[in-house]
């Protein structure tokens, strides 16, 4: 097999996964999810586009702002994962029909990583395509990568209007006291 012929093996078999396990979100054209698995298809598009020159020169500076991108990157899914899992008392009662179970939160989280940040789940999305992007900037990778942002941006916009539906006005007071991606700064 060829290298393309692998990139797309892996590339193809990765958006099965994603279009699985995103299948209720992509029902549902403007949810949150929607936009999140153009943002995943992205993430992947930029680790198979990377996959050879991944950790070639790992003392190179564009590899070391990988790795610590990649970093936070976990850092914040998993503090946002407990935030949510402990404060965000997940209930049925959110019938949405695009939302994951643990998404289903009744209860407006603005402790922990989201009293400084709303969206930590979006921002460490963000920081790996970034960190995957760094691995071996490109022209295509940029591209890919600017993409990726964008529909970050709109999963955070359309998850912002989700929960405004759902909180009302606890959640728009939310969003005036807590920037969405940077602590103190967007």
């Known amino acids: 097999m060829t290298t393309f012929q692998i990139d797309l093996f892996f590339f193809l078999t990765g958006s099965a996964v994603l279009i699985w396990l995103s299948r209720k979100p992509l029902r549902h054209p403007g949810s949150h999810g929607f936009y999140r698995f153009f943002a995943w298809e992205g993430i992947l598009a930029l680790v198979v586009l990377n996959r050879l020159p991944w950790g070639e020169q790992p003392f190179s500076a564009h590899q070391i702002a990988s790795w610590i ?27 949405e029909g695009g939302l994951y179970e643990f998404e289903k939160t009744t209860t407006l989280v603005t402790s922990g990583i989201f009293k400084h940040i709303r969206h930590p789940m979006y921002a460490s999305l963000l920081v790996l395509a970034w960190g995957a992007y760094f691995q071996a900037p490109s022209g295509v990778g940029t591209l890919v990568v600017a993409l990726t942002s964008l529909f970050l941006l709109l999963t955070a916009k359309a998850d912002e209007r989700e929960c405004l539906a759902f909180f009302g006005e606890p959640y728009a007071a939310y969003m005036k006291a807590t920037r969405g991606f940077i602590p103190g700064v967007y």
Not at 71 to 81: A, E, K, M, W
Not at 83 to 95: D, K
């Open 69 to 95: 991108l990649m970093s936070l990157s976990i850092y914040l899914v998993i503090i946002g994962q407990k935030a949510l899992r402990n404060h965000g008392t997940a209930c049925a009662e959110r019938a």
